[in-house]
C-alpha cells in the first residue's frame, strides 16, 4: 500500500533564509510525486510534480522539489523564502501503475510553514 | 478556462437537517475527488470517481454520506441528519485523470448549529 508521511507539522523560518518542507513516500513501484499550497483563506493550488526524468523539479513561486529514490523523499525547498510563502504545504503520492480501481492519490497530513519577518 | 467550481460557498444548517453540496469539476476531467477538512487540518479522502468506473467510497464517514457523479460531470455530496461534527470545509478536487495534479475548487463551508 501506498503511504506518504511529512514529519514536521510546522516549519519556521526566517525571511530571506532557505526553506526546506520534508516529505517521504512508500510505494511498491515508480512514484509519481506532487506538491500542492493552500495559502490562508484560500483554496488547495499545485505547485510541482515529478513523473519521470530529472531529479530536480522547479514549480510555481520559486518553489523546486528533489526527488530522492534511495531515501524515498521529495522535498520541496526554495533558496530565500518569503513572508508570503507562510501557508500549509501538502505532498501527495500515487504508485505509477494502478493495480486496483482503488488506486489513488494519497495526500500527507500537511506541514505549516510560517516565514518570521 | 474555467476552473472547478463548488456551491453553495456557505451552508448553515440546523442538526437533523439534510444538505446538498454540489462541484462542477472542469470540462474533460474524467477524475473527480471530494475531501473534507476541518479547521487547520489536513485533507480527509471522501470519494473518487474515475471516468465509468465504480465509484471509491472508502472515505465515507458513515452511511449518512453518500455521492453521485452525472457522466463525467457535475458531482452531489449528500449528507443526511446532520451532525454537529459534519462542521468542515468540503473541498471538490478533478483531474485528466488520476496520474495528474488536481485542481481544487473553493470549497463548500458547512456549518451545523
Known amino acids: 500500500a501506498q503511504s506518504v508521511a511529512q514529519p514536521e507539522d510546522q516549519v519556521n523560518v526566517a525571511e530571506g533564509n532557505p526553506l526546506t518542507v520534508k516529505c517521504t513516500y512508500s510505494?511498491?513501484?515508480?512514484?509519481?510525486l506532487f506538491w500542492y499550497v493552500q495559502y490562508p483563506n484560500r483554496g488547495l493550488q499545485f505547485l510541482l510534480k515529478?513523473?519521470?526524468?530529472?531529479?530536480l523539479v522547479k514549480g510555481s513561486y520559486g518553489f523546486e522539489a528533489e526527488f530522492n529514490k534511495s531515501q524515498t523523499s521529495f522535498h520541496l525547498k526554495k533558496p530565500s523564502a518569503l513572508v508570503s510563502d507562510s501557508a500549509l504545504y501538502f505532498c501527495?503520492?500515487?504508485?505509477?501503475?494502478?493495480?486496483?480501481?482503488?488506486?489513488?492519490?494519497?495526500f500527507g497530513p500537511g506541514t505549516s510553514l510560517s516565514v518570521i519577518p | 478556462g474555467a476552473g472547478v467550481s463548488q456551491s453553495p460557498s456557505n451552508k448553515v444548517t440546523e442538526k437533523g437537517k439534510d444538505v446538498e453540496l454540489r462541484c462542477d469539476p472542469i470540462?474533460?476531467?474524467?477524475?473527480l475527488y471530494w475531501y473534507r477538512q476541518r479547521l487547520g487540518q489536513g485533507l480527509e479522502f471522501l470519494i473518487y470517481?474515475?471516468?465509468?468506473?465504480?465509484?471509491?467510497k472508502s472515505g465515507l464517514p458513515s452511511d449518512r454520506f453518500s455521492a453521485e457523479r452525472t457522466g463525467e460531470s457535475v458531482s452531489t455530496l449528500t449528507i443526511q441528519r446532520t451532525q454537529q461534527e459534519d462542521s468542515a470545509v468540503y473541498l471538490c478536487?478533478?483531474?485528466?485523470?488520476?496520474?495528474?495534479?488536481?485542481?481544487f475548487g473553493p470549497g463548500t463551508r458547512l456549518t451545523v448549529t
Open positions: 501527495a503520492v500515487r504508485e505509477e501503475f494502478m493495480k486496483t480501481s482503488y488506486d489513488k492519490v494519497i
Open positions: 478536487a478533478s483531474s485528466l485523470d488520476d496520474l495528474y495534479e488536481q485542481y
Open positions: 470517481f474515475q471516468g465509468n468506473s465504480a465509484p471509491d
Open positions: 515529478y513523473i519521470t526524468g530529472d531529479n
Open positions: 470540462s474533460g476531467h474524467t477524475a
Open positions: 510505494v511498491s513501484g515508480n512514484p509519481y
